[in-house]
């Protein structure tokens, strides 16, 4: 069975800061992953995803992430974080069918992202 | 980008009560939508998966006889809480396939079953 793993609950950053938050998932075959954002009373907005080709995928609102077989980690990065980007992440893998349609996502736990100012 | 709408955004039942949850796609048709669980601070559970026209294929652990789905057209999707119980207060969200690879995602749902 799939599994996402966001080892991290809550990350606290300044702004203009670095960021990267972890994931990594566990997959019998070459996975989907994405990386989804939660804002409150928002639904999830996706940031990016990645299916195949370049390991380094690049999103929405600055962020990236790089895909790495070898670690089965899809981490994301920011390179300077603003006040706005404080919400849930949420990591996730999923699948197409046999029939070629989407198959549902297995989500990790999600990390809170916290902003200093 | 692709625009999906739930209602209502929050509900309030009686335990016993049923609650009928609506997920619409706005701007896109789709053949297949996922509806998902999240309870407080915790990730999103794959509820069950359905197809237009045909029966919902539910995960393992989940009621199909408390949480009717109804796949009306390819853009109108619900989902009925039947007899709703304390326990079954939750953030309930809907997503459509919009390609087979992306799934769009409605704001969700607060149920609060008292």
């Known amino acids: 069975a799939q599994s996402v793993t966001q080892p991290d609950i809550h990350i606290t950053v300044s702004e203009g800061a670095s960021l990267e938050l972890r994931c990594n998932y566990s997959?019998?075959?070459?996975?989907?992953l994405f990386w989804y954002v939660q804002s409150p009373g928002q639904g999830l907005q996706l940031l990016l995803k990645?299916?195949?080709?370049?390991?380094l995928v690049q999103g929405i609102k600055g962020f990236e992430a790089e895909f790495k077989r070898s670690q089965s980690s899809f981490n994301l990065r920011k390179p300077s974080v603003h006040w706005s980007d404080a919400a849930e992440y949420f990591c996730?893998?999923?699948?197409?069918?046999?029939?070629?349609?989407?198959?549902?996502?297995?989500f990790g736990k999600g990390t809170h992202l916290i902003i200093q100012p | 980008g692709a625009v999906v709408s739930q209602h209502p955004s929050r509900v309030i039942c009686k335990s016993g009560t049923s609650v009928k949850i609506e997920c619409r796609s706005l701007?896109?048709?789709?053949?297949?939508m996922f509806w998902y669980r999240q309870f407080p601070k915790q990730s999103l559970m794959l509820m069950a998966t359905?197809?237009?026209?045909?029966?919902?294929?539910?995960e393992q652990g989940v009621e199909k006889d408390k949480f009717l789905i109804n796949h009306a057209s390819l853009t109108l999707s619900t989902l009925t809480v039947t007899s709703a119980h304390p326990e079954d207060s939750s953030f309930y969200i809907c997503?459509?396939?919009?390609?087979?690879?992306?799934?769009?995602f409605g704001p969700g749902t607060r149920l609060t079953v008292l």
């Open positions: 990645y299916f195949s080709g370049d390991t």
């Open positions: 997959y019998g075959a070459t996975p989907y």
């Open positions: 359905s197809n237009e026209g045909s029966k919902a294929t539910y």
């Open positions: 996730a893998v999923g699948a197409l069918t046999s029939g070629g349609g989407a198959d549902g996502l297995t």
């Open positions: 701007d896109f048709q789709a053949t297949t």
């Open positions: 997503s459509f396939d919009r390609v087979a690879d992306t799934q769009y």
